[in-house]
Antibody
């Protein structure tokens, strides 16, 4: 069974940083591209970043480019999102998504003073 | 970027009756490889999204056959043949033809009358 478990969310002050993790199991992690998608409270879904199987190809949404960094460790079956210069507009549940199909349960990031 | 729109945004339905959600894209979703990468996701209250349909009309494993997808080009439809209580939630279409970015529709909230 495919499992994706996000962690690392929490309360952070504006301008602060946070690192999210997504632990994958139940499939060969290195064989799938991965994405981060977020959902602000009461709002819709917003794709924010993609990383290819090897990590050699990376894309970001305009809203996070230059502030967020996606990475992966295939040996640990883990996906990461380093988030810097956070603002209240980044408050959301952050999901990791395998390819364009399976989602984790999400981790809540709240940016507030 | 491809803009996805959905209608209606709210859909009260009667149990056992059919329901239909429309999704439109700002440009054709036919990929140069001949496929059309249009997915449908269901997000039940308090849960993470779950993919129901991929490439317009292909049901994911475990998805009840009362769900069906159709369409082509820029116009797509998700149909529920007979709504059940467990179908309550928000439904999103997502295009994966012209990316980055992957883009989602605003969501259609389905609830019971």
């Amino acid at each position: 069974e495919v499992q994706l478990v996000e962690s690392g969310g929490g309360l952070v002050q504006p301008g602060g940083s946070l690192r999210l993790s997504c632990a994958a199991s139940g499939f060969t992690f290195s064989s799938f591209s991965m994405n981060w998608v977020r959902q602000a409270p009461g709002k819709g879904l917003e794709w924010i970043s993609y990383i290819s199987m090897s990590g050699s190809i990376i894309y970001y949404a305009d809203s996070v480019r230059g502030r967020f960094t996606i990475s992966r460790d295939n040996a640990k079956s883990s996906l990461y999102l380093q988030m810097n210069s956070l603002s209240d507009e980044d408050t959301a549940v952050y999901y990791c998504m395998r390819d364009r199909r399976d989602w984790g349960q999400g981790t809540l990031v709240t940016v507030s003073s | 970027d491809v803009v996805m729109t959905q209608s209606p945004l709210s859909l009260p339905v009667t149990l056992g009756q059919p329901a239909s959600i429309s999704c439109r894209s700002s440009q054709s979703l036919v990929h140069s490889d001949g496929n059309t990468y249009l997915n449908w996701f269901q997000q039940r209250p308090g849960q993470s999204p779950r993919r129901l349909i991929y490439k317009v009309s292909n049901r994911d494993s475990g998805v009840p056959d009362r769900f069906s997808g159709s369409g082509s080009g820029t116009d797509f439809t998700l149909k529920i043949s007979r709504v059940e209580a467990e179908d309550v939630g928000v439904y999103y279409c997502m295009q994966a033809t012209h990316w980055p970015p992957f883009t989602f529709g605003p969501g259609t909230k389905v609830d019971i009358k």
